[in-house]
């Protein structure tokens, strides 16, 4: 699996193009329409994977669709047409793009690659992350030193906190974190200097 990264300036968000040979799953299409459809020329994108509802991931979603497989997490649907959840504005709701849903711990074989999905509510209800071999695309949830926001519609700190420390800290020390804004980091470093740094 090769990865590539489209990261959008204006809000410094990272779309990821999972790629296999010549297809390819996409993450997080944020606002960069453009830069997006020119960076995936060449593959053939089958799936869009989301890791939350915010419009800095999905705002893209509707242009790149086509035929294209939408998934999410399993309570996505209910906050992916609500404009105080998503920021986008009522015309713009996403109703109808998703075409189907991970539960906690599913893996599917999309493109050839095993994606995992881990529930990681906190930044909000639907957060999740998508772990593909040794790399985890943590969405908002895990930042370099960081962690994402908890005090947006549906936001929660303590379970922003179990989701770091209970689910994505129990991975091994050298996955790789691809993370929805930011520069790339690890499990290991974020559980020595992270947000939620461990306790020696």
């Known amino acids: ?7 959008s300036l204006e809000m410094d968000q990272n779309c990821y ?13 944020g606002e960069d329409t453009f830069k997006i459809l020119k960076e995936t020329e060449g593959y053939n994108v089958k799936y869009i994977l989301l890791t939350h509802c915010h419009f800095d991931h999905v705002y893209s979603l ?18 992916i047409v609500n404009p105080k959840i998503t920021f986008l504005s009522p015309s713009e709701n996403l109703k109808g793009k ?23 509510p906190g930044h909000t209800d639907c957060s999740v992350c998508f772990l593909a071999e040794n790399s985890l ?6 930042f370099f030193e960081s962690v994402g926001r908890w005090d ?10 179990n989701s770091v420390r209970n689910k994505l800290y129990s991975l091994p ?20 200097n992270g947000f939620f740094k461990e306790e020696i």
Request: proline share 2%; aromatic share 10%.
């Open 1 to 7: 699996m090769e990865v590539k990264i489209i990261k």
């Open 17 to 29: 193009l999972l790629i296999n040979g010549k297809d390819a799953v996409l993450i997080d299409p």
């Open 62 to 79: 509707s242009e790149l669709k086509g035929q294209k497989i939408v998934l999410g997490a399993f309570n996505l649907i209910k906050n």
């Open 98 to 120: 998703i075409d189907g849903f991970f539960s906690d711990g599913e893996v599917k074989n999309l493109c050839g690659i095993d994606i995992k999905c881990i529930y990681t």
């Open 137 to 142: 695309f943590s969405g908002d949830t895990l």
């Open 152 to 161: 947006f519609e549906t936001g929660n700190f303590q379970e922003l906190e």
């Open 173 to 192: 020390d050298d996955t790789k974190v691809y993370p929805g804004h930011g520069r790339q980091t690890s499990i290991g470093y974020e559980k020595k």
